[in-house]
């Protein structure tokens, strides 16, 4: 029989982390052969990304708590006995460490946000961070997708950096090219900017729609996405009396013919993990600004990543600006509209992406999980 190796994710509802695990495991037939590969979803909900027929697929029903997750998941590495698991997302890190307690058998994370920026200072982000601490810590790898948060996870989870591989996320370029030539989902007249990404705090919305009113620049500004603050950043809007100029959409089954069109994509963010959506507008070709934000986007744009980085910032792949800084994100806004200088960009982002393609990251996933097999 071959070894076992399990991936552990919450669900496959949507999202970024979801959307590479799928991927991952598209790309992962070459070792088909040496593996009996698997996956445990621990909550029952809608499928958005599709698992290859070859991978059994075990779905827990934990229904988004913790402790359920925990029970569950041990349950079922009790009863399958893998050689390995390998987990996604908070909660199925902390549910991953459960079902190895009091075990000797390797169990592999891979962190995807930068905890201490991401869950925060709240009373809920302190226990949060507290369980990630003392959980972190015993896992025989850690994965993390930038630089970073390799650094957070050392410095503030006293994780042993010789422990922690970096590989960041996978972008299949040959899929956005062929979603890109579809009809798009909205119709917008040209020209226009886009974003996208939730309507949350830490994305930072705010800061666009503020540095777009005050850009004076022509056409229009897409944001595509859902969110608590979705009304909020409506009343934003009609303060400016840009309702007109400025358009907030749902997120879209396939967002690459109108990425496609755009004069260029803004990630205002005040805190990544690894900017999917950065990376994914720049496979389609194109023109990219993004705040110097923890974590990723500099080591995405910049071949210099430890520089520093003031005011508005022309980079190798893209434009850098510092976080909630509104005048600095103007003046990139303006700076894009020029042609040369906007084109020259789009042909730099699609040769940055090739940097990030799925066969390179299967490969050192794989590498990343054998060598914690070899080591346990």
């Known amino acids: ?21 799928t991927t991952l495991l598209a790309h992962s037939a070459d070792w088909r052969d040496r593996y009996e590969i698997s996956l445990a979803l621990l909550d029952e909900e809608h499928v958005a990304y599709a698992v290859p027929e070859w991978i059994q697929v075990y779905r827990l029903d934990s229904r ?11 349950a079922l590495v009790k009863n399958l006995r893998p050689a390995i698991t390998v987990s996604f997302l908070a909660r199925a890190n902390v549910a991953n460490w459960a079902s190895h307690r009091g075990k000797n058998t390797p169990w592999v994370i891979s962190e995807r946000v930068n905890p201490e920026a991401h869950f925060g200072t709240s009373a809920a982000g302190v226990i949060r961070k507290a369980m990630m601490r003392f959980c972190y810590r015993r896992a025989t790898h850690v994965i993390a997708v930038s630089q970073g948060v390799a650094t957070d996870l050392t410095d503030k989870f006293a994780i042993p950096r010789h422990r922690i591989s970096v590989i960041a996320n996978p972008v299949d370029m040959d899929a956005i090219r062929r979603q890109a030539t579809a009809a798009p989902d909205l119709a917008i007249e040209a020209p ?7 309507l949350v705090e830490n994305k930072n919305f705010a800061l666009l729609i503020d540095a777009f009113a005050a850009s004076s620049i022509p056409g229009k500004l897409l944001i595509i996405g859902e969110g608590p603050l979705r009304s909020v950043l409506e009343e934003r809007i009609a303060v400016y009396g840009l309702r007109d100029r400025i358009i907030l959409t749902g997120f879209m089954q396939n967002p690459f013919p109108v990425l496609t069109q755009a ?8 805190a990544e993990g690894f900017p999917n959506g950065l990376v994914e507008a720049m496979s389609a070709g194109t023109a990219v600004i993004s705040t110097h934000c923890k974590s990723g986007p500099a080591e995405i744009l910049s071949e210099n990543s430890c520089a520093d980085f003031t005011g508005m910032t022309p980079t190798d792949y893209g434009i850098l600006v510092p976080c909630n800084d509104i005048e600095a994100m103007s003046q990139a806004l303006r700076y894009l509209q020029q042609d040369e200088v906007r084109e020259s960009y789009a ?21 990343a999980i054998e060598s914690a097999l070899e080591t346990a």
Not at 192 to 198: D, E, F, L, S
Request: hydrophobic share 45%.
């Open 64 to 74: 988004k708590n913790l402790l359920r997750s925990m029970w569950k998941l041990r």
């Open 347 to 367: 042909k730099r982002a699609l040769v940055r992406t090739k940097s990030y393609t799925p066969e390179k990251a299967a490969q050192r996933y794989w590498h």
């Open 263 to 270: 004069q260029f994509f803004v990630l205002p963010s005040n």
């Open 192 to 198: 226009y900017i886009v974003a996208m990404g939730r």
């Open 1 to 21: 029989m071959l070894p076992k190796v399990l991936f552990v994710i919450n669900s496959l509802a949507g999202g970024g982390a979801e959307r590479v695990m």
